[in-house]
């Protein structure tokens, strides 16, 4: 069964941060699984304490997307634009590295979000 996702775009200071997936070489922006019994707020929230040690402080929903597994289950992708507070650490040395996009045009990751393929 496919499992509706989250994906988040922390801005700050220095720019936007995204993440090189070693094994799959692309660059995404920081992304996680919903758990059963977990609102997708809540898997933001713990997804970028887990995989970069922040806190999410607010976050606006930004968009939303369904699609349909090869099995033709329905799920979800909520995407959210987040402050934070902290600093940036790779939680996940061995699965990826963060990468800091000082180059991000908005008017692009609109069009980004909307055509994005599950982690």
């Known amino acids: 069964m496919a499992t509706d996702y989250i994906s988040a775009i922390l801005e700050s200071s220095t720019g936007i941060a995204l993440l090189y ?3 799959r070489g692309t ?3 920081p992304t996680g699984k919903v ?3 977990e609102t997708p707020e809540q898997a933001c929230r ?3 304490l887990e995989e970069l040690g922040v806190k999410v402080t607010h976050m606006t929903l930004a968009h939303t997307t369904q699609h349909k597994s090869p099995k033709g289950n329905t799920y979800y992708g909520w995407h ?3 402050n934070f507070e902290g600093h ?3 939680c996940e040395k ?4 963060i990468v ?4 991000m045009k908005w008017a692009d990751a609109w069009d980004v979000l909307a055509k994005r393929e599950p982690a």
């Open 21 to 23: 997936h070693k094994k």
């Open 27 to 29: 660059v995404t922006l």
């Open 35 to 37: 758990d059963a019994g």
């Open 46 to 48: 713990r997804e970028m």
């Open 80 to 82: 959210f634009i987040c």
């Open 88 to 90: 940036l650490v790779n």
């Open 94 to 97: 061995q699965k990826h590295e």
């Open 100 to 103: 800091i996009e000082k180059q």
